[in-house]
Nanobody, 134 residues
Framework: QVRLVESGGGSVQAGGSLTLTCEISGTTWYNTVNLVGWFRQAPGKGREAVASMINTSGGTTYYADSARGRFTISRDNAKNTISLQMNTLMPGDTAMYYC????????????????????????WGQGTQVTVSS
């Protein structure tokens, strides 16, 4: 099994920054999962993608339009963590943020749609709340 635990959420004013961290445990994650991502869900709305990446050297990153240019996803294999650096936060970024992981076939490449689609992912964390005030 793969266990994902998020941390780093909190309250921040618009324009501020936060870094979310997802710790992956339960296995040597690169043997079990090769696609990791961050998603978010605001009250009354569906779960939407933020960013994801393939766990290979120079692995491809994928960003939702709302995150591109402001957020950066990265990995630290030594610590088994995935981070999401969020800059220039806006009230519209307020949501519960979830870490997710999956093992997908890399043959032929992974499409952006696949990498940012919640049903692609098998493993999910419990979430960490991000609140941005104006």
């Amino acid at each position: 099994q793969v266990r994902l635990v998020e941390s780093g959420g909190g309250s921040v004013q618009a324009g501020g920054s936060l870094t979310l961290t997802c710790e992956i445990s339960g296995t040597t994650w690169y043997n079990t999962v090769n696609l990791v991502g961050w998603f978010r869900q605001a009250p009354g709305k569906g779960r939407e993608a933020v960013a994801s990446m393939i766990n290979t050297s120079g692995g491809t990153t994928y960003y939702a339009d709302s995150a591109r240019g402001r957020f950066t996803i990265s990995r630290d294999n030594a610590k088994n963590t995935i981070s999401l650096q969020m800059n220039t936060l806006m009230p519209g970024d307020t949501a519960m943020y979830y870490c997710a992981a999956a093992k997908v076939s890399l043959i032929g490449g992974v499409t952006t749609h696949q990498a940012l689609d919640p049903p692609t992912y098998t493993y999910w964390g419990q979430g960490t709340q991000v609140t941005v005030s104006s």
